[in-house]
T-cell receptor
């Protein structure tokens, strides 16, 4: 059972553009929502994370928007750069169950120069 | 401060064999989680160890087993390998059994023929 659904599967954006990736979750007990970036041959690296008590969090060019009632959250990459070309994963976990992450299927982002 | 390391980087086995993968957690971390990442998919949680005790398990059969040692390094053992076990196996370490940031290693690529 896929508890975190991620879209789109792939995305092409021009340098300087905005990349938007969306995720939807089913389990209302989830209370921690991180985004990971993965380059080929590497393990995932945490980009940014949010908890449901805030609707938006920004770190540099990366912003998470969170809609608790819709059970959706999204990652916006502003001023996309070729170095941002990677696979991005959303994830979710429950504090009562420790930090056992449930991942989305991933979005492959290609930033064209 | 050293990061999460995994060994070996690549491994080829045949069906029915057994394999042991190793992970050294980041300095100061006492929690290790293992994930399986099939090609083109998001990581799936296998199990977690906190202070040498199993602290939760995902939907994986008993032939997947693990250990955590007093220095918090960890092993993942898989018995009776099947073709579908071919994947990237990721280890992640963190401090505490709660929602602390998980730091992933580069993974071990396992191919089962």
């Amino acid at each position: 059972q896929q508890q975190v659904k991620q879209s789109p599967q792939s995305l092409i954006v021009q340098k300087g553009g905005i990349s938007i990736i969306n995720c939807a979750y089913e389990n209302t007990a989830f209370d921690y929502f991180p985004w990971y970036q993965q380059f080929p041959g590497k393990g995932p690296a945490l980009l940014i994370a949010i908890r449901p008590d805030v609707s938006e969090k920004k770190e540099g060019r990366f912003t998470i928007s969170f809609n608790k009632s819709a059970k959706q959250f999204s990652l916006h990459i502003m001023d996309s750069q070729p170095g941002d070309s990677a696979t991005y994963f959303c994830a979710a976990s429950r504090s009562a169950a420790g930090n056992k992450l449930t991942f989305g299927g991933g979005t492959r982002v290609l930033v064209k120069p | 401060e050293t990061g999460v390391t995994q060994s070996p980087t690549h491994l080829i086995k045949t069906r029915g064999q057994q394999v042991t993968l190793r992970c050294s957690s980041q300095s100061g971390h006492n929690t290790v989680s293992w994930y399986q990442q099939a090609l083109g998919q998001g990581p799936q949680f296998i199990f977690q160890y906190y202070r040498e005790e199993e602290n939760g398990r995902g939907n994986f059969p008993p032939r997947f087993s693990g250990l955590q040692f007093p220095n918090y390094s960890s092993e993942l053992n898989v018995n009776a390998l099947e073709l579908d076990d071919s994947a990237l196996y990721l280890c992640a370490s963190s401090y505490g059994g709660t929602q602390e940031t998980q730091y992933f290693g580069p993974g071990t690529r396992l191919l089962v023929l």
